[in-house]
């Protein structure tokens, strides 16, 4: 039997996200899609994650969910047999970011989540495309399910994480780095750089993709993932 799969979304993000994953994947292997909620530091949800994840898992992240991934990975190497990082950065947050998360919570406070969702961050995500439409209104759907204390917990964790570019050259299972050709938020330069911390990995680019390619290129992202679990 094939090892189990983890999944961990993005900020703002729930299985859904991993939906085109889970219809592809799911009669070949196990597969959980892990909440990221209820604490305020990444390694409190990797710690948290861990408690209820399978003894052994394939763990793939996407954006948040990526550098949660690498807080697992850095913690309990024993595991995790391989891993794929989407559309996330390894750094730790820019004191300029750390800033614009401390104003954004103050507006989610006096309820502004809609707002801050719909006019900052949900425009930045994805690349022009027939579905762009359908995919915002999901992210929407997924960010206003999940509400603002949920947002507040995981800026808190983004604003504090470390920088995890060291523990990175320790990872020595087969790995995948991937992106959106389109993706701003998380642009290629941030995964090459991974790619060349993490020895032996695999590169990949995902041509007509932003910072969600299992919903916007669900088939490449597919073809990709098919790969890196048969490495």
Not at 205 to 216: C, F, Q, R, S, Y
Request: charged share 25%.
């Amino acid at each position: 039997m094939n090892e189990p799969l983890l999944l961990l979304p993005g900020m703002m993000c729930d299985a859904r996200l991993f939906a085109p994953q889970v219809a592809e994947f799911a009669s070949k292997r196990h597969i959980v899609a892990m909440p990221m909620t209820g604490r305020t530091s990444t390694k409190e949800l990797a710690e948290n994650i861990l408690l209820d994840a399978p003894e052994r898992f394939a763990l793939l992240g996407l954006s948040m969910g990526g550098i949660v991934a690498m807080e697992i990975i850095k913690y309990a190497p024993e595991r995790v047999t391989r891993l794929a990082l989407l559309d996330t950065n390894p750094m730790a947050d820019a004191p300029e970011r750390k800033l614009i998360r401390d104003q954004q919570i103050k507006r989610v406070r006096a309820g502004e989540l809609r707002t801050i969702m719909r006019d900052e961050m949900k425009p930045n995500y994805l690349a022009e495309g027939k579905n762009k439409n359908k995919i915002l209104e999901l992210c929407m759907t997924m960010a206003e399910s999940l509400g603002p204390q949920v947002f507040i917990e995981q800026s808190k964790a983004l604003q504090t994480r470390p920088d995890q570019c060291d523990s990175l050259k320790a990872v020595n299972v087969p790995t995948l780095i991937a992106c959106g050709e389109h993706d701003s938020l998380c642009p290629l330069e941030k995964h090459q750089l991974m790619n060349e911390l993490v020895a032996g990995s695999r590169l990949c680019v995902i041509p007509g993709a932003g910072h969600l390619p299992t919903l916007e290129q669900s088939e490449l992202m597919n073809q990709e993932l098919m790969q890196w679990l048969e490495a």
